[in-house]
């Protein structure tokens, strides 16, 4: 457990040491159409960028490219840029940073907007010091036309003037989706300007007319991947002998396959990747060794057990198509009739607790990786009080959701 801690306890500091200079998997789009696959600076991307850092690798030195050289770059899995020069108005949508025009004010503007849903109609997201504009592509208008919304105020007349004022909105979007975008009469009445309505209606609009859906945003904290692991335990098992408890049995060494099904999801924090994972798989071995008192006397473990993992896991990206991964945790051991020629049937405990610390490499959908369990006990005999049981391990997962 004192290993267990440690290593936690220094994946964290790592990675918060590092928080400033992390980098993940994306690619850009120079004004030559050259596509380069790079690592990118993670970053919460609140506000639409106007430029981005990047690495070739981990080690390389770090580049900065500028919005007048780059036409469109991804990061992740959940952010997509494309530039373009539009006009919209960026005027606040509450009343105190609101105007008493309906109208908004256009002005041009050369920025890259983030897109939000990609399909024959594709929706486009444009965010800056809290303000969000919305504009969306079809097959009629191939370039980015704004939604149109803006909150604007009148006085009260029946006050003084300046002493209060009414908030009001101009929902023109309203009427161009039920013009331009509406499938089967989508209700349009309802819906706010926000990404997660208008997401919701893109998305049923496209589907309404049988589109395929090409790339969609999620909320992180729902990246969730579904996967199998297979591996290969090297177990090593040993316990005091049954008539002199200061000479030890030490069984044969066993390769032992164990293969399951992973469950592994990423928690939404803005500059540093970490998972929890819970992993469970079966595993079954027969080792056999000679008592070391009466040397002629065999002795025999038919171990069967059902492991449960479950731990955190820190990803750190070595270039756009490879990872490192370090992980810790602990797991349990629940007892499947394992059969021993020296402990009776109720003497096997029926669940037993352990720890784990490794790392590995990662690529797209696979990763190898390498774990040292702990130690455990799995006797509750009174004849034969301590044994010891453990392993190392090495694996592969594969996300198949």
């Not at 964290?12 to 998997?25: K, V």
């Not at 430029?51 to 580049?63: H, Q």
Request: proline share 3%; aromatic share 14%; charged share 25%.
């Amino acid at each position: 457990m004192k290993s267990l801690f440690c290593l936690i306890i220094g994946l964290f500091f790592i990675s918060t040491m590092n928080a400033q200079s992390i980098y993940e998997a994306g690619y850009f789009i120079d004004n030559d159409g050259n596509r380069k696959e790079c690592l990118i600076k993670k970053l919460a991307w609140r506000n639409n960028p106007t430029e981005f850092e990047w690495k070739r690798t981990i080690s390389s030195s770090a580049k900065t490219e500028k919005i007048e050289d780059i036409k469109e770059f991804g990061v992740g899995e959940d952010f997509l840029f494309k530039r373009y020069i539009l006009k919209f108005d960026l005027n606040g949508d509450t009343v105190g940073k609101s105007t008493k025009y309906k109208d908004p004010d256009l002005k041009i503007r050369k920025i890259f907007l983030r897109v939000i849903l990609k399909s024959k109609a594709s929706l486009y997201q444009y965010s800056e010091n809290n303000v969000h504009r919305f504009f969306y592509t079809d097959q009629s208008t191939p370039y980015p036309e704004l939604l149109l919304y803006k909150v604007y105020y009148t006085p009260d007349e029946n006050e003084k003037p300046g002493e209060k004022i009414i908030p009001q909105e101009n929902n023109t979007y309203k009427e161009q989706l039920k013009k331009k975008l509406n499938c089967k009469k989508q209700n349009v009445s309802n819906l706010t300007y926000t990404q997660g309505d208008l997401k919701k209606y893109f998305r049923k609009y496209n589907e309404c007319k049988g589109y395929k859906i090409d790339f969609n945003t999620r909320k992180k904290i729902n990246q969730t991947r579904i996967g199998i692991v297979a591996a290969a335990d090297l177990t090593d098992f040993s316990h005091s002998s049954q008539f002199d408890t200061n000479q030890e049995a030490s069984y044969e060494n066993s390769f032992v396959p164990r293969y399951g099904v992973f469950v592994e999801s990423f928690i939404p924090f803005s500059k540093v990747d970490l998972s929890f994972f819970l992993e469970g798989t079966y595993k079954a071995f027969k080792t056999t060794t000679s008592d070391p008192v009466l040397t002629n006397l065999d002795l025999e473990l038919d171990y069967k057990s059902i492991n449960i993992a479950f731990g955190p896991r820190f990803h750190i990206y070595l270039s756009s198509k490879f990872e490192l991964f370090l992980e810790g945790g602990i797991t349990v051991d629940f007892d499947l009739g394992t059969v021993s020629s020296v402990f009776a049937d109720n003497e096997i405990e029926n669940a037993t607790t352990d720890y784990f610390f490794g790392g590995g490499l990662g690529s797209g959908r696979f990763k190898i990786g390498f774990r040292q369990y702990t130690g455990k006990n799995i006797s509750k005999s009174t004849a034969v009080r301590d044994s010891d049981l453990s392993a190392s391990s090495v694996y592969l997962s594969i996300n198949i959701f």
